[in-house]
């Protein structure tokens, strides 16, 4: 490699995937816009995300809005929507469908819920920056045989695998179903997000085909993940469907089975500030699929007022 292709390489902030696992220090804020009374959330709601790295925003969506998003996850998982069969996630050992991918690309409905105000607006504030959607989906948890979502930090897998130079993302879950404590909610470790865990090990290729359905490589070990509960604790979001949860892009986050009767389901976007699109990854030979990662979006997204139905 020349001289002048060195000193053009993205400089990594945040080094994983080694050959032993690292804690390092969080390099950049978590709230990058500054709180005015103009702000789309509270000075309370702004400080409790930049301390817990989550916000749980209740009642967000009214009950018409949520019944026609019900109605059009059921259209998609049903098959009459004709996904492309890379676009769906199964569960580990079974037909049902565990996750749908480019929901906003599938779904007139999803893509105008991915651009509303309410969430977009928020997560541009929190960002102070204009957003483009780095990856959207549908999770579904069935009842009875909902598997788990195993501890992990989204933006290690983003930075090696993506190529996310910085931390500066943010998730949306739009709860479809109501969630409570008993059918596997999403679980978070609130004041994880300032500890980058630097994973051990080397990225296979192709890794994306086996870890969407159970992730190995990227997790922290069970020493990171006990000494972070024990410094954190663990919260789990509960709330009813409307409900919008917004996460960091470094909280440490899973969620357990579900062996309740009731399914679980979401529609979750990755909301990525223009100025921090992906690069070359970090840590993998190549990129992820673009259902996984998008590459090649050509401006941000653009935010709408009003209610969806």
């Not at 930090?153 to 008993?182: C, K, Q, Y």
């Amino acid at each position: 490699m020349t001289m002048s292709a060195l000193n053009s390489a993205p400089q990594d902030a945040y080094p994983t995937r080694l050959p032993q696992e690292q804690w390092l220090e969080r390099k950049d804020p978590t709230v990058w816009g500054k709180w005015t009374p103009e702000a789309p959330l509270t000075r309370a709601e702004t400080h409790s995300f930049e301390k817990n790295g989550f916000l749980i925003l209740n009642g967000v969506f009214s009950a018409a809005e949520v019944a026609a998003l019900q109605a059009e996850s059921g259209r998609m998982r049903s098959g009459e929507a004709g996904l492309a069969p890379e676009n769906t996630i199964t569960e580990p050992g079974s037909d049902e469908v565990r996750t749908v991918f480019r929901l906003d690309e599938q779904s007139s409905l999803f893509d105008r819920l991915a651009r509303d105000k309410r969430i977009a607006g928020r997560v541009s504030y929190l960002l102070d920056d204009e957003v483009y959607l780095h990856q959207s989906r549908l999770n579904y948890k069935p009842g009875f045989t909902g598997k788990e979502f195993y501890w992990h930090s989204d933006f290690e897998t983003w930075h090696a695998e993506d190529g996310m130079p910085r931390m500066r993302a943010i998730s949306a879950s739009v709860l479809l179903t109501d969630n409570d404590a008993l059918n596997g909610p999403l679980m978070l470790m609130p004041g994880s997000h300032q500890t980058f865990v630097a994973c051990a090990g080397e990225t296979p290729q192709n890794n994306h085909q086996t870890s969407l359905q159970k992730q190995e490589i990227g997790v922290p070990s069970h020493d990171s993940l006990s000494r972070m509960a024990n410094k954190f604790g663990i919260d789990y979001a509960a709330g009813r469907a409307g409900t919008v949860i917004l996460f960091d892009c470094n909280t440490l986050h899973g969620s357990n089975g579900n062996i309740t009767p009731f399914p679980r389901s979401n529609a979750f976007f990755v909301y990525n500030a223009w100025s921090n699109r992906v690069q070359a990854p970090f840590a993998a030979e190549a990129p992820r699929p673009a259902f996984l990662s998008s590459r090649d979006t050509e401006h941000p997204i653009a935010i709408e007022s009003g209610k969806l139905v």
